[in-house]
């Protein structure tokens, strides 16, 4: 969240992220700062493996704790980790190939048994795996060439000097605050692969600035409905019911969105 910070200026809901670009370029710095940390936080997932792998009352808690099957898993149309422990091979981000996640040499860890244990070592492993992705994004942007935004001023707003000279752009300025731009009357839905899921969202454009209807699929919600079929399928103690909830990975302000 730092690093978040320091390219946003915001911890959350930022909007560094936009049509035609990004709102800024990297500040100087971060690069190594993020390389440093990849690095550092690769032996911390070894230290928490040496803590927790061999450890009897970990395993206790764990082993053979809400055991999902790959049919059960399909039936409830569970994604994410809860997919691929029951041992599915399905990651959106290598399955669709979107954004350039095609450029990426890493690998996809899938369960055998489909408990708890499973989705805790899956996590572990998508922290290392997500590590190795830093590191070859890292690598990619040294090489880099380009502005940080299009120069496109009816998508994006124009520079601040570029108005002081240009009637055209202090045009595009006023316009794309006050109105934004509008899209063609389509439909759309696109999906990613996020760390509870699939996350999904559909969007219908009636021709305006603003979308005409939008839905987001949130893993969560899909998950939560098949906690009471964890929990009743085998005879568990209290105790289980927070360890399958943690697996889970349940954020109720996702699911009452």
Partial sequence: MEFYERVSGARFHSAFIRPGGVSQDLPKGLLDDIFLFCEQFFFRI??????????????????????????????????????????????????????????????????????????????????????????????????AKGTFILEDFKIVPPYRAFMKFSMESLIHHFKYYSEGFSITSEESYVTVEAPKGEFGVYLLSNGSNRPYRCRIKSP????????????????????????????????FGEIDR
């Avoid at 040496?50 to 409830?76: F, H, M, P, Q």
């Avoid at 981000?93 to 890493?106: G, Q, V």
Wanted: with cysteine; glycine share 6%.
């Fill in 220 to 251: 969560g919600f899909l998950h939560l409905q098949g906690l009471n079929f964890l929990v009743f399928k085998s005879k568990l103690l209290l105790a289980d019911l927070v360890t399958i909830i943690g697996t889970l990975d349940l954020v």
């Fill in 46 to 143: 070894d230290e928490l493996q040496d803590v927790l792998n061999s450890n009897r009352v970990w395993k206790n808690r764990l082993v053979n704790v809400g055991i999902v099957t790959k049919a059960d898993a399909l039936s409830y149309g569970f994604s994410g980790v809860m997919l691929r422990s029951s041992g599915l091979l399905w990651d959106l981000r290598f399955s669709s190939n979107y954004e350039i996640y095609d450029l990426f040499d890493t690998y996809i860890p899938i369960g055998f048994t489909g408990d708890c244990f499973d989705r805790y070592l899956i996590r572990l492993e998508e922290m290392r795996s997500s590590l190795h992705i830093i590191q070859e994004c890292l690598v990619l942007l040294q090489f």
